[in-house]
């Protein structure tokens, strides 16, 4: 915190004992439903639910013609995955009875000689919540964006987290009964192909995907944000 501090006390302006002070506001967004999670929160923290990323961007016509003739799996590592492990994901893919729609071309990009499966589709970004949508089930890396995306579309979801944050985020969707956790590994392939197929023969899983899906929908995030700034500070700037 010290150059915080010293630029502080340039500008005449209390300084910040530690890291935590310095992250706590007078009001904390926590952009997430408070049934994801369950903790209580202390004072002055609010569930706004998710800010999910909606552009209006359209999917692809190789995407959106992709033969649903076997399940659709979508594949998304954010920015945050590690290209070795990808890789070796996508290499599992080979001669499964399903398609996969894998946004992962720039970790790809740094991992030479990969050979894509012929039931595979590599592409660069997408629309995440339109993908979703479309997918059978999604293997994601557990960011909390990804995590939020996938628990709206309804669809089971097989959790390879790269940090800590992203186990803890997948755990909580596996508490909800359709999601399975798969460790961080040098190469974890065979476990996730493993959860792959549990999950796609798991009716109760779906079933509980769907369900939450609903309680998601019941969370407006940016309504939610925007109002609970304005009643907190909106009225104060009109006084």
């Given at each position: 915190?010290?150059?915080?501090?010293?630029?502080?006390?340039?500008?005449?302006?209390?300084?910040?004992?530690?890291?935590?002070?310095?992250?706590?506001?007078?009001?904390?967004?926590?952009a997430e439903p408070a049934e994801f999670s369950g903790v209580k929160l202390p004072s002055n923290y609010y569930y706004t639910g998710p800010l999910i990323a909606r552009q209006d961007f359209p999917l692809p016509e190789e995407i959106k013609n992709i033969p649903r003739d076997k399940p659709l799996i979508y594949f998304a590592m954010g920015s945050s995955g590690t290209p070795q492990i990808i890789a070796k994901i996508i290499e599992s893919f080979e001669g499964k009875s399903y398609r996969v729609i894998a946004p992962v071309k720039q970790h790809l990009d740094k991992v030479p000689g990969v050979k894509i499966p012929s039931n595979v589709m590599v592409t660069d970004w997408l629309p995440a919540h339109l993908v979703n949508k479309l997918a059978d089930l999604s293997l994601i890396h557990g960011g909390i964006?990804?995590?939020?995306?996938?628990?709206?579309?309804?669809?089971?979801?097989?959790?390879?987290?790269?940090?800590?944050?992203?186990v803890a985020n997948i755990a909580c969707l596996v508490r909800k009964g359709f999601a399975i956790r798969v460790a961080k590994s040098k190469d974890p392939s065979k476990k996730v192909q493993e959860a792959i197929r549990l999950l796609l023969h798991d009716e109760d899983a779906k079933r509980k995907a769907q369900e939450f899906s609903k309680i998601m929908e019941k969370w407006d995030g940016p309504k939610m944000a925007a109002e609970l700034l304005y009643n907190k500070f909106g009225r104060l700037s009109k006084q």
């Amino acid at each position: 915190m010290g150059p915080v501090n010293k630029a502080a006390k340039h500008y005449g302006v209390a300084g910040y004992k530690s890291i935590f002070e310095y992250w706590r506001g007078d009001i904390t967004m926590v952009a997430e439903p408070a049934e994801f999670s369950g903790v209580k929160l202390p004072s002055n923290y609010y569930y706004t639910g998710p800010l999910i990323a909606r552009q209006d961007f359209p999917l692809p016509e190789e995407i959106k013609n992709i033969p649903r003739d076997k399940p659709l799996i979508y594949f998304a590592m954010g920015s945050s995955g590690t290209p070795q492990i990808i890789a070796k994901i996508i290499e599992s893919f080979e001669g499964k009875s399903y398609r996969v729609i894998a946004p992962v071309k720039q970790h790809l990009d740094k991992v030479p000689g990969v050979k894509i499966p012929s039931n595979v589709m590599v592409t660069d970004w997408l629309p995440a919540h339109l993908v979703n949508k479309l997918a059978d089930l999604s293997l994601i890396h557990g960011g909390i964006g990804t995590v939020m995306t996938a628990a709206y579309a309804g669809k089971p979801v097989v959790g390879v987290g790269m940090q800590l944050e992203q186990v803890a985020n997948i755990a909580c969707l596996v508490r909800k009964g359709f999601a399975i956790r798969v460790a961080k590994s040098k190469d974890p392939s065979k476990k996730v192909q493993e959860a792959i197929r549990l999950l796609l023969h798991d009716e109760d899983a779906k079933r509980k995907a769907q369900e939450f899906s609903k309680i998601m929908e019941k969370w407006d995030g940016p309504k939610m944000a925007a109002e609970l700034l304005y009643n907190k500070f909106g009225r104060l700037s009109k006084q």
